[in-house]
């Protein structure tokens, strides 16, 4: 069984990566979701283990001394963070672990783990993107404003992902994602062990047919 590809998707809000993203888990085996840690409380509904991994203050900032995280942010005295172990459990199981989190928790990833691939999710023009967030009636005026700014911001990291994602229709985008990760799991270089298996049993073959 070879390793699982961690994916770490981004992309704009109103893009649509959240349903990209749960589709993608619906329709095709081997797929997890990452899991973050959180000092939040829980809410009503939420279980230890299932939305989050529930820490004290303390517990989490002793993750981060140990570096247990593969990226980790505070918001509003809050820490998130995504938790190594969980992830590499995952892995090592052949499961294909997908994060949604922003451009810099996504740099941070990289940074720590090469091999992950970063897949930016993107509507097909700026205007459709506008038409999305106005479309969905939930937002005011000026947070849709807030949210294309913060989206001209974003699109200046788009350069640093390994491949960029229309999101014209949303099948069509979930079966592109799919095969892009499948296609990074054949990779010669992420099935090593496989390869040295065939090399050694061609070995063998070869002597003993001399």
């Given at each position: ?61 002793s993750m981060i001394e140990n570096d247990e995280f593969l990226e980790y942010a505070r918001y509003v005295d809050n820490y998130y963070g995504t938790p190594r172990f969980y992830v590499e459990e995952m892995l ?119």
């Amino acid at each position: 069984m070879s390793k699982g590809v961690l994916t770490v998707v981004s992309g704009f809000s109103g893009a649509g990566k959240g349903t990209v993203m749960k589709r993608l888990i619906q329709k095709y085996d081997d797929y997890a979701l990452s899991i973050s840690v959180t000092t939040r409380n829980p809410r009503e509904g939420e279980r230890d283990g299932i939305e989050y991994f529930f820490k004290t203050k303390e517990e989490v900032e002793s993750m981060i001394e140990n570096d247990e995280f593969l990226e980790y942010a505070r918001y509003v005295d809050n820490y998130y963070g995504t938790p190594r172990f969980y992830v590499e459990e995952m892995l090592a199981k052949g499961k294909n672990v997908i994060l949604e989190i922003e451009i810099q928790g996504a740099m941070q990833i990289k940074a720590k783990n090469p091999e992950a691939v970063l897949v930016f999710v993107t509507p097909p023009s700026f205007e459709e993107l506008r038409n999305r967030l106005v479309g969905r009636g939930t937002e005011t005026a000026d947070v849709i404003e807030s949210r294309l700014r913060r989206a001209s911001e974003e699109a200046e990291g788009m350069l640093s992902y390994d491949y960029i994602l229309v999101n014209d229709q949303v099948e069509d985008c979930v079966d592109r994602l799919h095969q892009i990760i499948l296609s990074e799991r054949a990779k010669a270089q992420r099935n090593e062990e496989f390869i040295n298996t065939i090399q050694q049993e061609a070995r063998i073959f070869m002597k003993g047919d001399k």
